[in-house]
């Protein structure tokens, strides 16, 4: 199975802001930004399903949420750590 590392997904160019909330954990990441049309990089291509995993620095979390704010144009990450 396939599992992403957030700062490789996107762009970092764009109006949209990427911002990553973390569960129970009092860690953060880099903001990114991205196109619109990079959303797809949410899903996997071999699935075609949602990412329900993503490595933030090679950090392994479970992502439970997804919110995209087209008004405010903001994708937030919501996460929480993968419980082993």
């Known amino acids: 199975m396939e599992i992403p590392e957030y700062l490789m997904l996107f762009s970092n160019d764009g109006d949209f802001k990427i ?3 973390f ?6 990441i880099s903001k990114l ?3 619109a049309n990079e959303v797809v990089n949410l899903i996997s291509p ?3 399903r949602f990412y329900t995993e993503m490595r933030f ?4 979390f479970e ?7 087209p008004l405010k144009k903001q994708l937030t ?3 929480r750590k993968k419980k082993t």
């Open 77 to 79: 990450i919501m996460a």
């Open 46 to 48: 071999s699935t075609g």
């Open 57 to 60: 620095d090679d950090w392994l």
């Open 19 to 21: 911002d990553v909330k």
């Open 63 to 69: 992502i439970y949420n997804y919110r995209i704010d």
């Open 23 to 28: 569960k129970d954990h009092p860690g953060n």
């Open 33 to 35: 930004a991205m196109n």
